[in-house]
Structures are given as C-alpha cells and as structure tokens.
C-alpha cells in the first residue's frame, strides 16, 4: 500500500499541512479506510458476511459497502426506519451504498436496540459484525498505518489535528504517536460524552486534546459558518466533509496557533446531499 501525500493549505494567513487520506477512494477513504486497514488484509475466504448498522447517510456504511463489494463479501446493514424521500433519492451515500449491493434491512424503530444488541450474539465464524461508525478495537491497526506514514513523512509538525465523531481515530492515533500533541474536538455529542466513548476503547492519553467548540453543535445540522469555513477551505484548494470538518477548523483556527498536520478524514462523497440541504435552507 502507498502511504498518502500530504498537501499545503493557506488558510487565514496560516499554513497547514494536510494529510491526503481522501484520495484513496471515492467511497474507501479516510479515516473510514483506515479503520477497515485489517479486514480489507483479510484473506476474502475468511468471511462470507459483514454486518454493521447504523445511520443511512453515513460515511461508514458507504465504506463498508465499498470493501464487501471488493472482496465479494455480503454486505447487510440494519437501520431505523427509512423516509420514501431518502429512498427515492439518486444521490448520497446511501445510494451510492445500495449500487455497491449493500443489503438494507430496516427494523421497526421499537424494535431496533433490542435487535442491534442481538447481533452481538450471532456466533458465526463466517460472519463479521462491525460496531455502529467502525468504533472497534480492530481498528487499532489501520491507524498505527498511518501513525507509521506519518513518522516516516516528517514534515516538521509537532501537532496533529482529525475531527472526531466516536472518538476512534483521534484516540488510536494520539495512542500510537506519543510525540505529537493530537487535537480532535466532538462532532457528535459534546465533551463529556466524547470522552466516555473514548475511555471505553482506551485510557485517553495526556497528548490527546479535546477542543471544546464554541458552542454547542448538533451533528448533521446546518450552521451558517460550517458552509462558510467549508468554501473557504475549497477556495484554498482542498475540499472538506461537511459533517465533521468545520467544527475541527473552526476550533483550531480559534484556539491554537502553531504549526498543524490535519489528518483529512474523507467524507467528501456525503456532501452532495449536504449542499442540496444548504442551499434549500439558506438561499431563499
Ligand atoms: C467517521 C468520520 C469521522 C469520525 O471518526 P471517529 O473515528 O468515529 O471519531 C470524522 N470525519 C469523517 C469525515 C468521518 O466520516
């Protein structure tokens, strides 16, 4: 496997370095890649299912679905009830999801905890089941990857910065790379509950920082100054997920100030949907 490049971006008279991990693949990239590094080096004959569930725009299910269809792996994903709008839709990624042969099965919104805890107990050697957004131990792996990538390309950054939605990537990373300050800030819930979800893969270490944002975003909603720092960043030649992103830039374009390696997360494939949303709500 090739290590991905890194890249320059200027962005309100500082300098960045950005680590290229969106360009592995349209659907396979980021950090979603990454936390799939050991089964994708699984040999195909290992397992005939992968099962996950969760979300139905997200970017895990989208990159699971892209790894079963290379692997010739049955692919099926649970979630709550979807709207006939969300079905009838030809763009997104759950779309996108479906043309890769992704397997959908809703559950019955009473039904569904109920039914996700049981999954844990299918014992089938055959089988793989993976934790709503990839928060698994097996992830640990893909990420000393890219810790590796990232020593061996030294650019002369002492601070690293991901977004964090489970917390999975900022963790193993700032785990596996005890020299780097690692900054992450939670997309999804606030501090606390970042932290929680953490500690319940790993004791967080002392060069893990969490930037608390501004104020308090609710994931997959729109804000007015996550489309804003978005185009910036486009504008400044490399384009950012619209979820998770923004609320990273604008807390260390805030709260730090030395030199930071941004690990891009990828995501890039969901923003379509997300930009349609924006312009129906803000360009009236
Ligand atoms: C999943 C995702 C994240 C969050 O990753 P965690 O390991 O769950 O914290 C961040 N950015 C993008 C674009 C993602 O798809």
Same mark, same amino acid.
């Given at each position: ?93 759950? &779309?996108?999801?479906?043309? %890769?042969?992704? !397997?959908?099965? +809703? ?5 569904? @905890?109920?039914? /996700? ?99 308090? &975003?609710?994931?997959?909603? %729109?804000?007015? !100054?996550?489309? +804003? ?5 486009? @504008?400044?030649? /490399? ?46």
């Amino acid at each position: 496997m090739q290590a991905s490049p890194l890249s320059k971006l200027s962005l309100e008279g500082r300098e960045f370095f950005i680590k290229r991990d969106d360009l592995f693949d349209p659907f396979l990239s980021g950090n979603k890649y990454r936390k799939l590094h050991t089964l994708l080096h699984t040999p195909q004959n290992k397992y005939k299912k992968i099962i996950s569930y969760g979300g139905t725009q997200s970017n895990a299910m989208l990159a699971i679905a892209a790894m079963c269809k290379q692997k010739g792996w049955v692919f099926e994903y649970y979630t709550k009830p979807v709207s006939s709008v969300q079905k009838e839709q030809t763009f997104g990624n759950f &779309y996108q999801a479906l043309l %890769l042969g992704m !397997e959908h099965i +809703e559950l019955d919104a009473s039904l569904y @905890k109920e039914y /996700i805890a049981s999954l844990a107990l299918l014992n089938d050697a055959h089988t793989y089941i993976i934790d709503q957004g990839g928060a698994d131990a097996s992830a640990r792996e893909g990420l000393e990857v890219l810790a590796q990538e990232i020593q061996a390309q030294d650019c002369g950054m002492k601070s690293l910065a991901t977004p964090s939605g489970t917390g999975t990537t900022a963790l193993f990373l700032a785990l596996s790379l005890p020299e780097y300050t690692v900054y992450t800030t939670p997309c999804v819930g606030d501090v606390d509950y970042l932290k929680e979800q953490m500690s319940a893969l790993a004791k967080i270490p002392s060069n893990l920082i969490i930037l608390a944002p501004k104020k308090k &975003y609710h994931f997959a909603k %729109l804000y007015p !100054e996550f489309l +804003e720092i978005y185009q910036k960043t486009k @504008k400044a030649g /490399i384009e950012f997920d619209l979820l998770y992103a923004p609320a990273m830039w604008l807390a260390l374009l805030e709260k730090t100030q030395e030199k930071i390696l941004y690990i891009h997360s990828g995501g890039v494939s969901g923003n379509e949907s997300m930009l349609k949303r924006y312009s129906q709500k803000f360009s009236r």
